[in-house]
T-cell receptor
Framework: SQELEQSPQSLIVQEGKNLTINCTSS?????LYWYKQKYGEGLIFLMM?????EEKSHEKITAKLDEKKQQSSLHITASQPSHAGIYLC????????FGKGTKLTVNP | GAVVSQHPSWVICKSGTSVKIECRSL??????MFWYRQFPKQSLMLMAT?????????EQGVEKDKFLINHASLTLSTLTVTSAHPEDSSFYIC????????????FGDGTRLSIL
C-alpha cells in the first residue's frame, strides 16, 4: 500500500517568515493533492499536482511535484496567522488516505 | 463551486441511540462519497467508500452493522451510527467526488458526535 510521510510534523513560525512542508511517497504517485484543515473543521482543497516537475501557486502558497513523482513540497511565502492549520497531502487515487499531516502555527 | 454540506455539525445524545449524519453535494453530482473519522490530534481515518446506488465498501476494522452507509442519490449520502456508545464519540467528516476518479474530493465541515 502507498504511504505518505510528511515533515516536519509540527512547525511554529513567526508571521512574515517563509516555510516549506514536505511530502514523501513510498511509491510513484499518479498525482497528489494538498489540503488544509483547521482543527475541528473540514478540509479545504488547495491544489492538485499531476505531472512530474509540475508547480502550482495560489496566493502565497506554491506546491511542487518532483520529476520522479515521489516527493512534493508546499511553500508558503510571508506567512500569516490565517495560514495556521494542519496541512495534509494525499495521493491522487481511488481512495484518499492521508498521512499524519503537518501542524502549522504562525505567531503574530 | 464544489460545495459539500454536512449536517448536523454537532450532536449530543444518550448511549444506545442511533444517530444519522447527512452529507450533501450542493452543486455537483457526487458519484462517490467517502466517510472519515478523526480522533483528537490525529489524522483522518477512512471508514468507507460509497458509490451511488451500490453498497458501501468498508475499510478493515470498521463494523458494517455499526456504521450504516446509504448513498441513494447523486447528491446525498448518510452515515448512521447505530446503538451509539461513548467510544463512538468522534469527529466524522464526509467528502464527495464527481464522476472522474482523478478529480479531487471536496469535504464537508464535519460532525462532532458526543455520546453520553
Amino acid at each position: 500500500s502507498q504511504e505518505l510521510e510528511q515533515s516536519p510534523q509540527s512547525l511554529i513560525v513567526q508571521e512574515g517568515k517563509n516555510l516549506t512542508i514536505n511530502c514523501t511517497s513510498s511509491k510513484t504517485l499518479y498525482g497528489l493533492y494538498w489540503y488544509k484543515q483547521k482543527y475541528g473543521e473540514g478540509l479545504i482543497f488547495l491544489m492538485m499536482l499531476q505531472k512530474g516537475g509540475e508547480e502550482k501557486s495560489h496566493e502565497k502558497i506554491t506546491a511542487k511535484l518532483d520529476e520522479k513523482k515521489q516527493q512534493s513540497s508546499l511553500h508558503i511565502t510571508a506567512s500569516q496567522p490565517s495560514h495556521a492549520g494542519i496541512y495534509l497531502c494525499g495521493p491522487r487515487s481511488e481512495k484518499l488516505v492521508f498521512g499524519k499531516g503537518t501542524k502549522l502555527t504562525v505567531n503574530p | 463551486g464544489a460545495v459539500v454540506s454536512q449536517h448536523p455539525s454537532w450532536v449530543i445524545c444518550k448511549s444506545g441511540t442511533s444517530v444519522k449524519i447527512e452529507c450533501r453535494s450542493l452543486d455537483f453530482q457526487a458519484t462517490t462519497m467517502f466517510w472519515y473519522r478523526q480522533f483528537p490530534k490525529q489524522s483522518l481515518m477512512l471508514m468507507a467508500t460509497s458509490n451511488e446506488g451500490s453498497k458501501a465498501t468498508y475499510e478493515q476494522g470498521v463494523e458494517k452493522d455499526k456504521f450504516l452507509i446509504n448513498h441513494a442519490s447523486l447528491t446525498l449520502s448518510t452515515l448512521t451510527v447505530t446503538s451509539a456508545h461513548p467510544e463512538d464519540s468522534s469527529f466524522y467528516i464526509c467528502s464527495a467526488r464527481g464522476k472522474s476518479r482523478g478529480q479531487p474530493q471536496h469535504f464537508g465541515d464535519g460532525t462532532r458526535l458526543s455520546i453520553l
